[in-house]
């Protein structure tokens, strides 16, 4: 999985969110986070989109099934947080806008232009394939749009993709949406980048099928 290129060093939060992981209590996390933990392996299994990801505490490294490292840097800083931020509240099925969230309307315009937009432009015009690869991802279809579809994030967390496809006369449009819960385990800034995340899956399982 190869991540997407986002501004800014993630290094520093990264080091910031391992240091609160490692002195959180392990069995509070798992609990509060519905997560598997073996506290003889100190190994957090967490759902992640389509995989099954472990998390090693107290160093909070990351790994596949297979063993190796997961490397997606932006991608690590969410799960460590929604480790330590986790609370209680499970999948409401109702969905909000990112506008909706908290703070959302200052990180709206980069959203709109590195998410939204990612979605009406690869897939705007071609529903089918959307439809396809959503399917091999184990995504959950929804009576959104022409096409919607719940993707899992991480455990009880959902992003719901939404489209509209376009003809000779309307341009395709879309949006992203968000389980309720989402902001008892991120804060604005953060859903910004869950927004992106499935994306990662999603274009690899495109490249499969073209």
């Avoid at 992640?48 to 505490?57: A, H, I, P, Q, S």
């Avoid at 804060?187 to 994306?199: L, Q, R, S």
Wanted: aromatic share 14%; net charge negative.
């Amino acid at each position: 999985m190869e991540e997407f290129k986002h501004g800014g060093n993630y290094n520093v939060p990264l080091d910031y969110a391992k240091v609160a992981f490692a002195n959180s209590d392990p069995k509070k996390m798992a609990m509060f986070s519905n997560s598997q933990y073996d506290k003889d392996s100190k190994v957090f299994k967490i759902k992640c989109m389509d995989m099954n990801l472990y998390v090693k505490y107290p160093s909070g490294e990351i790994y596949y099934e297979d063993n190796t490292r997961l490397k997606i840097i932006s991608l690590e800083i969410l799960i460590i947080r929604f480790l330590v931020n986790a609370n209680p509240v499970l999948e409401s099925h109702k969905y909000i806008t990112f506008k909706e969230v908290e703070g959302g309307h200052v990180y709206y315009p980069a959203f709109l232009k590195t998410s939204i937009n990612r979605l009406i432009s690869n897939f705007g015009n071609n529903i089918k394939t959307f439809e396809k690869v959503m399917e091999r991802i184990g995504a959950t279809k929804l009576n959104m749009g022409d096409a919607g579809y719940k993707i899992r994030f991480i455990n009880d967390t959902y992003v719901v993709y939404v489209l509209w496809e376009g003809d000779e006369e309307i341009e395709p449009c879309g949006n992203i949406l968000f389980d309720s819960n989402i902001k008892y385990y991120f804060n604005a800034e953060d859903i910004a980048v869950v927004g992106d995340m499935p994306f990662i899956r999603i274009f690899e399982e495109l490249d499969e099928i073209i």
